[in-house]
């Protein structure tokens, strides 16, 4: 007996140091001795790798034992090392109602296991969905998977992986570069293009200019785009002459990159652009202008925020929300009475990115529009924006009936990211529709990141 007791109080104190208080009160008082000894069997298991045996003891049903923190935490490393993360989010979910405090290393680890389930799915729009969101996540640690699906035999994947390495600064494998650039598809082609413009490797020229040589239309504006930014600063004069050519395709390609590059010598061309007789010219070039970011845009914005095209309108009224002048309030409040909801929805944005939280009144408004695709606009001015006051609304968008606004939803408070969106999205990973729980996964992966900071 002495023998026992004595055991029973190591136990004790060993469980005061690996749990909080609370947690011990609460499973004291409900977990019985058998439920102690199914958790020191799966702890075992899980200590000598016997993966399988830990998954079939947490499977139990009769009778089902209270699990404590610590053997469910084990469970989830279980499920994913068997490659099912969908149990092992399951199991996470049983961990932290139980009174364990939220892991966000392992909760990243089975969020990205969870997108990368579907990364050679049959369903090529599951596999869209995969990489777009590992394209969303940028960072390093998804290159190798981003390089993987520029090897998808479907050009929506392979364009989404070339996307993804754009915005990291990867920009794939020798072969791989060489085998997109030759892709049949011209949005594979111009992501590889951005990918290279982005990595800073100066050895990747001489693949770029014999495109810039050879290509016409938008290849040709990206490969001097990535020219540019690799240090071929000489090429931006032909650059520029291409944002004067008839093909609008070429104007609106070369304006976009010119506003992305941010040279001061550009300002002028993507100025007068705004008066394109192309609306979606004017459009590109709005976008652009923002993209600039300079204050001396201004005045050619607000020109476009007058523009007959409700698209240009929309687009001179996010860009203006861009460049964060608190003068430019009066603008933007103009554009939320605007007659069309996606004008409204880019003055909501611009209005948000200054901080004013009064927009959030017109946003609740347009969230209960009947159109989900006005739903799902909001959605994704309301990730852009950034503002913190935003998450509440997503939360309610994220609960729409609508597959579409709820996708949106989830992409846009990845955007957002800091622990109080954590919450939101682990309810996002149960939606009914895959697409939605990878977004919400990508998105978990983002807002994770942000709350270690």
């Given at each position: 007996m002495v023998v026992c007791a004595g055991a029973a109080l190591a136990a004790l104190a060993l469980a005061t140091l690996l749990f909080p208080h609370h947690v011990l009160a609460a499973a004291g008082a409900s977990r019985s001795s058998s439920d102690r000894a199914v958790d020191r069997a799966v702890l075992e298991a899980y200590k000598h790798h016997r993966y399988d045996e830990v998954a079939r003891l947490l499977e139990r049903r009769t009778p089902e034992p209270r699990w404590s923190p610590r053997a469910l935490k084990a469970g989830v490393s279980s499920y994913l090392k068997l490659g099912k993360p969908e149990s092992a989010l399951s199991t996470y979910k049983r961990m932290t109602t139980s009174g364990s405090p939220d892991d966000y290393p392992l909760l990243r680890e089975a969020a990205l296991a969870l997108i990368t389930s579907f990364t050679r799915d049959p369903l090529e729009h599951l596999r869209i969905a995969a990489y777009t969101g590992l394209a969303d996540i940028e960072t390093p640690d998804v290159v190798a998977l981003l390089d993987d699906g520029l090897l998808d035999s479907s050009l929506v994947v392979r364009a989404r992986a070339g996307e993804g390495l754009s915005r990291i600064g990867g920009a794939?494998?020798?072969?791989?570069?060489?085998?997109?650039?030759?892709?049949?598809?011209?949005?594979?082609?111009?992501?590889?293009?951005?990918?290279?413009?982005?990595?800073?490797?100066?050895?990747?020229?001489?693949?770029?200019?014999p495109i810039a040589r050879s290509a016409e239309g938008p290849e040709q504006v990206f490969a001097l785009a990535a020219m540019v930014k690799l240090g071929k600063v000489e090429v931006l004069d032909e650059l520029l002459g291409l944002a004067t050519l008839p093909d609008p395709d070429t104007r609106m390609a070369a304006l976009g990159a010119l506003g992305r590059l941010k040279r001061p010598a550009t300002l002028k061309r993507l100025s007068q652009s705004v008066y394109?007789?192309?609306?979606?010219?004017?459009?590109?070039?709005?976008?652009?202008?923002?993209?600039?970011?300079?204050?001396?845009?201004?005045?050619?914005?607000?020109?476009?925020?007058?523009?007959?095209?409700?698209?240009?309108?929309?687009?001179?009224?996010?860009?203006?929300?861009?460049?964060r002048l608190p003068q430019l309030r009066s603008h933007l409040w103009q554009a939320t009475r605007d007659p069309v909801e996606f004008v409204r929805i880019g003055g909501v944005e611009g209005l948000l990115r200054l901080g004013d939280a009064e927009a959030l009144l017109v946003a609740t408004d347009l969230a209960k529009h009947p159109?989900?695709?006005?739903?799902?606009?909001?959605?994704?001015?309301?990730?852009?924006?950034?503002?913190?006051?935003?998450?509440?609304?997503?939360?309610?968008?994220?609960?729409?009936?609508?597959?579409?606004?709820?996708?949106?939803?989830?992409?846009?408070?990845?955007?957002?990211?800091?622990?109080?969106?954590?919450?939101?999205?682990?309810?996002?990973?149960?939606?009914?529709?895959?697409?939605?729980?990878?977004?919400?996964?990508?998105?978990?992966?983002?807002?994770?990141?942000?709350?270690?900071?």
């Open positions: 794939g494998t020798a072969n791989n570069i060489r085998r997109t650039l030759q892709d049949t598809s011209l949005a594979v082609r111009i992501a590889t293009l951005n990918a290279i413009g982005n990595s800073q490797n100066s050895a990747l020229l001489k693949l770029v200019a394109d007789l192309d609306p979606a010219v004017r459009a590109f070039a709005a976008g652009a202008l923002g993209e600039f970011g300079s204050p001396d845009v201004v005045p050619f914005l607000t020109h476009a925020l007058g523009d007959d095209q409700p698209r240009v309108r929309s687009v001179a009224a996010t860009s203006l929300g861009r460049l159109d989900p695709s006005v739903r799902s606009a909001l959605a994704h001015a309301l990730g852009a924006a950034g503002h913190r006051k935003t998450s509440q609304l997503l939360d309610q968008l994220l609960r729409d009936q609508q597959p579409q606004p709820r996708l949106a939803a989830a992409r846009a408070l990845g955007k957002l990211g800091g622990r109080d969106v954590v919450p939101i999205l682990k309810k996002g990973l149960e939606d009914s529709d895959q697409a939605v729980r990878i977004a919400a996964a990508s998105s978990l992966v983002k807002a994770v990141a942000a709350a270690k900071k």
